[in-house]
Structures are given as structure tokens and as C-alpha cells.
């Protein structure tokens, strides 16, 4: 992973910490029964929360109909959640589960592979995805998705990885979520997320190494 990226992560979570001091705030307001601070909550998360959905699920369609959905979840369930976790974790892991908990009852969604679109891409666009993949390390989609002539192209191969692989590249590379977050979210062990975060990277760097012979 780059330093560039690191520091991405880091910056998200130093103001994921900040973040749970207001929220804790918002919450017992919400519980009030102040609309005004519900609003608010949802307003802070549910770009985020779409856009965690929208790669896992990979239809934008579903994904805001999944975020209404968790949106829907939390305001039912406010009055249950016990403070354990952060509202932010508690948020998320209600729209991980229910995104991937369609995808295993849906079998409608059908994805374009990415050897399908190999001509849209240009000569110059595959010399930057080469020169990116001679970095003996995994390839790491957080600084991906800065770069315009990559990060469509591994958007589309993040979708051949399954679904629980999917979510933690989303949570920890995209989302800069801790492993430690990341396993309260998944409800896995700490071991797990790194075992799984390590094959999913694997797995990409083959599909996009496939994509350029």
C-alpha cells in the first residue's frame, strides 16, 4: 500500500474518532424523539453508506433501495442499540448484512465481465494499469480509485471477487475502516479479515493481470 494511501486511511480515521463524539450526541437526541437529529445522521452517513452498498451490490439501483432500507433499519432499531459499538459501525454493519443477504436471495443481478468492454479501454490505460501492477505489492483500490484511467477498470474487477470478498476490499480499502472495525461490521474474527482482505487483494491482481494479456 502506498504512503499516500496510508494517510488517506489514517485521516479517515482520526475523523471516524471525532465523528463518534457527535454521533453518540445525535443518537440519544434521535431517541428524544428529535427528528431534526435523526436528519442529521442520516444526512452525515447516507452518501457513504450508498456508496459502501453500491460496491458490493454493483447495481445503483439496488444500492439506493438498500440504503433506504438501513436507513429504515436504524430508525426502527435506535432504541436497541446498546452503545457497544459506534453508531458508525452499528450503521454500517446493518447495510453490509442486508446488501450481502440480497445478493445470496437475488439472482437477477447481471454483471458485464470485463473482458466484454477490453476495447474500451486505450493503450495508454493499459500501460498505466501495467505500470501499476509491476509494484510487487497487492493492488491497493484506495489509491486506485484516484487515479481516472484505473479506477474504472478495477471497479468492474472488484465485481468478479464474491461477495464477502468484495466487502472487506470495500470496508478496508475504500472505506479505510481498521480491521478491527472491520471485523465488528462483519461480525468475523480479526484473523478473518486479514486472511480474507489477503486473498481478495490476491485475487484482484490475477483478474486485473488476466485483463492485460
Known sequence: MTEAA????????????????????????SR??????????????????????????????????????????????????????????????????LTLSYRQRSAKLALRSLDAEEEHYDSQSRQVLKDFLSDDSSPDPAAVVQNKELCEIVVKAMMKLDDAQRAVVVLRDIEGMNYARIAEVLDIELGTVRSRLSRARSKLRDILEAFLQ
Do not use: H
Not at 7 to 19: D, K, L, P, Y
Open 6 to 29: 496510508n494517510m488517506n486511511i489514517r485521516r479517515r480515521q482520526a475523523s471516524n474518532e471525532r465523528i463518534n463524539i457527535d454521533d453518540a450526541v445525535l443518537v440519544e437526541q
Open 32 to 97: 428524544r424523539g428529535d427528528s431534526e437529529a435523526m436528519e442529521r445522521l442520516i444526512l452525515k452517513y447516507q452518501n457513504r453508506i450508498y456508496n459502501v452498498i453500491l460496491k458490493i451490490c454493483a447495481d445503483p439501483d439496488d444500492a439506493a433501495e438498500l440504503t433506504q432500507e438501513t436507513f429504515v433499519k436504524i430508525i426502527e432499531n435506535l432504541n436497541k442499540f446498546e452503545g457497544r459499538s459506534g453508531f458508525y459501525t452499528w450503521a454500517f454493519r446493518i447495510a453490509v448484512n
